[in-house]
């Protein structure tokens, strides 16, 4: 918020003539890399259980550079709605079902 009120301030200075900007830079960001699925990974089907049918869930921290982490990031990039946004510090984790299903 605080960036955009200092650029309209900015803006509106240039316009009445009491300062001069420079000119707009445009900064071309490469597309994310979309994540593959792990090479061994089954596809992920839908499924509808009650949690019971599920039970024991367990979680699974996740380890940079292992294949839970593939799948981790799979999933986040192609379920959740913001996508993989990795940024600083995080902890990631897998929910797996009794069968062993992400």
């Known amino acids: 918020m605080k960036d955009f009120a200092a650029r ?7 316009e009445r003539g009491l300062i001069s900007l420079p000119p707009v830079r445009t900064k071309h960001r490469s597309a994310r890399r979309r994540m593959e699925a792990a090479e061994d990974a089954a596809p992920a089907l839908p ?5 019971a049918e599920l039970q024991p869930v367990s979680l699974k921290v996740i ?6 982490a593939r799948r981790w990031a799979h999933s986040l990039e192609h379920h ?23």
């Not at 380890?63 to 839970?68: K, R, S």
């Open 8 to 14: 309209s301030f900015l803006m509106k200075l240039a």
């Open 47 to 51: 499924f509808c259980a009650n949690l």
């Open 63 to 68: 380890v940079a550079g292992t294949d839970e």
């Open 80 to 102: 959740h709605y913001l996508g993989l946004r990795v940024v600083g510090e995080n902890l990631g984790y897998l929910a797996i079902d009794r069968f062993g299903r992400d």
